[in-house]
């Protein structure tokens, strides 16, 4: 088997046989383009990976006079058997229910609509993307003004409603959710958009072709031909925007009244986590709800290895 | 001319006659969906304050008037301290991206061609770390960098963030499916392996470069949890943050915010639309891992 020292990244040649001078450059430039990167990685991946594994089983503060010591699993014990974490992790998966699929169907239309051999597809193209230059905190400043209750979102909605429907979006904690989910849409679909268009390019014209030969409909071809075409960016898709979907913070931070407001109608994993290991200065408690969302992600990474399409 | 370009087509003869404006309806509609509110914003911060919300009820949102254009960009830029957070995200970024792109690349090709102790257990590494989200991370990286008194500096804003994983693996991939002869080639002419990555490698990887710095540079342009939790002061708060404790100062001023807004988006739209091209490879490149 390979030698211990190729398992703990020792960096320095271990008696060195007499080797060509290419390849003794080749080794020590291969140290050499590694140790930046390498360093980093372990000053602000690594060890802060394992610090949060460690403290999370401490009661240590941000700012303390008092002593660190064990906890054992009290914090997991504290955030598990907490209401507002689990709220927290409902309002998660709602959002992640209707934003996964709501937000890659209509990437999917999008990119469809722009993939036509049309006049003007281009700047269809750009439309749809420019959001996406935006950040998600001025998105979310921009929308502020047209969730007003008396803003541009209601004014269209009496509209069509004649008047029986215009929430106050932002204040109601019915509505807060949905309006979080609208700016996040026009924020992100951009993004899959892009990936799917790629993917829509790639799937070979013949195959269009033989499948119009045969008679096929506009919707046979979409389901033969353009769905498996695309599965595996599709499936990419989906999956990208799920665990994006559970780092939900920016929008439900700046939009409600108060983050995560009103009532806890949009408190979200992350907001619970910079509430507690940063505004409340618990960082053990804040590490515990870290390591339980990396274990979230980690779970839904295996997931997407599994269930990943295979080649036909 | 037109004879061959028809015979080359593909058939679609069904296509051609197919009606179109449905598609341009729909393309139209979803064009105003993402269109409007970056009109409400630009028309929003040229009008008088007071009106920003009041003319949200009629076609008035997008008339701007009273013109109040220049003491609302003067807000922004006063008591919303614009250029102090223009200055911070563009160090940050600017740090970040051509740090990132310097330090992923050479590991990356070091994991991809050249030979060395723990190579594999690096690569392994690399691959485990990409499913770590930095929010795992940003409790205990806080306590690490208020421990050594980080907090409010620049640095600590960029430096977590130089090292990715995930284009670390890009590079590594790309670099993996370069034909090699052009390095040996380099290499029988006595190129050492510095002077092949520059003079060879590195020009043939400008794709993935491109794409791989637009990602950072979108990502860290944006970054606002870290921010929250790290920058305190006014003169190290980035762009978003910025945005958002300006509007925290009482009473609200729609218009400000509204300038505010666009002063932030614009440098990055204009560098959108002239390398729009750019843009929209370098983001659907990032799909292709799937």
């Not at chain 1, 390849?23 to 360093?39: Q, T, V, Y």
Request: aromatic share 14%; hydrophobic share 55%; charged share 10%.
């Amino acid at each position: 088997m390979t030698a211990p020292a190729a398992t703990t990244g020792d960096l320095e040649p271990s008696s060195p046989e007499p080797q060509s001078r290419e390849r003794e450059s080749r080794f020590s430039a291969g140290i050499i383009f590694s140790l930046p990167a390498a360093l980093l990685l372990t000053l602000f991946m690594v060890i802060p990976f394992g610090f949060a594994l460690v403290l999370s089983f401490t009661n240590r503060k941000l700012l303390s006079p008092l002593a660190t010591r064990w906890v054992g699993f009290d914090n997991y014990v504290d955030v598990l058997t907490d209401s507002g974490f689990w709220g927290a992790i409902k309002n998660n998966l709602v959002f992640s229910i209707v934003t996964v699929p709501v937000q890659s169907a209509l990437a999917l239309l999008l990119a469809i609509l722009v993939n036509q051999k049309l006049r003007g597809s281009v700047f269809f193209r750009v439309v749809y993307f420019l959001p996406i230059t935006f950040s998600l905190s001025a998105a979310s400043i921009i929308w502020l003004v047209l969730l007003n209750p008396s803003g541009m979102v209601n004014t269209v909605l009496e509209v069509f409603t004649f008047g029986a429907f215009s929430p106050d979006w932002l204040n109601n904690p019915t509505y807060t959710m949905a309006a979080v989910i609208l700016v996040s849409l026009w924020a992100s679909v951009g993004f899959q958009m892009v990936i799917l268009l790629a993917a829509l390019q790639d799937v070979p014209r013949v195959l269009y072709e033989a499948a119009s030969v045969d008679g096929a409909s506009a919707w046979g071809q979409f389901r033969n031909v353009t769905l498996p075409g695309i599965r595996h960016q599709l499936f990419f898709v989906i999956t990208i925007t799920m665990i994006l979907s559970f780092r939900l913070f920016d929008q439900v931070w700046i939009l409600p009244p108060r983050p995560g407001g009103p009532v806890d109608a949009t408190n979200t994993i992350m907001v619970e986590l910079v509430d507690t290991g940063f505004g409340a200065g618990q960082v053990g408690k804040g590490s515990a709800i870290a390591v339980l969302f990396f274990l979230l992600v980690l779970f839904l990474t295996i997931f997407q290895r599994r269930f990943e399409p295979k080649d036909l | 001319m037109t004879a061959v370009a028809a015979a080359v087509a593909p058939p679609k003869s069904k296509g051609i006659k197919k009606r179109v404006w449905p598609s341009y309806v729909a393309m139209g509609l979803f064009a105003i969906f993402f269109l409007f509110p970056v009109a409400i914003m630009v028309i929003g911060s040229l009008k008088a304050d007071e009106v920003v919300i009041r003319d949200q009820t009629s076609l008035a949102a997008f008339n701007p008037s009273p013109f109040e254009a220049g003491s609302n960009y003067a807000s922004a830029a006063d008591t919303g301290n614009y250029f102090t957070s223009l200055r911070v995200s563009m160090i940050v970024s600017t740090v970040i991206v051509i740090g990132g792109m310097f330090v992923n690349s050479l590991f990356g090709y070091a994991l991809a061609r050249l030979k060395f102790k723990g190579q594999r257990f690096l690569l392994g590494l690399v691959v485990a770390l990409i499913i770590i989200p930095f929010e795992a991370l940003a409790v205990p990286l806080l306590l690490m960098m208020s421990e050594i008194q980080w907090t409010d500096t620049l640095r600590a804003q960029f430096l977590p963030f130089i090292a990715q994983p995930l284009y670390i693996y890009l590079f590594y991939s790309f670099f993996k499916g370069l034909p090699k002869e052009l390095e040996e080639a380099a290499m029988i002419d006595g190129a050492g392996p510095y002077r092949t990555f520059f003079s060879v490698v590195f020009p043939l990887a400008r794709p993935a470069y491109a794409s791989a710095a637009i990602l950072t540079f979108l990502y860290s342009w944006g970054q606002f949890l870290w921010p929250v939790m790290v920058a305190r002061s006014a003169e190290v708060r980035p762009l978003p943050l910025g945005l958002t404790f300006f509007r925290g100062v009482p009473p609200v001023q729609w218009a400000d915010l509204m300038a505010f807004a666009t002063m932030m988006v614009l440098p990055v739209v204009i560098v959108f639309i002239l390398f729009q091209r750019h843009f929209i490879e370098g983001v659907a490149g990032s799909g292709l891992k799937g």
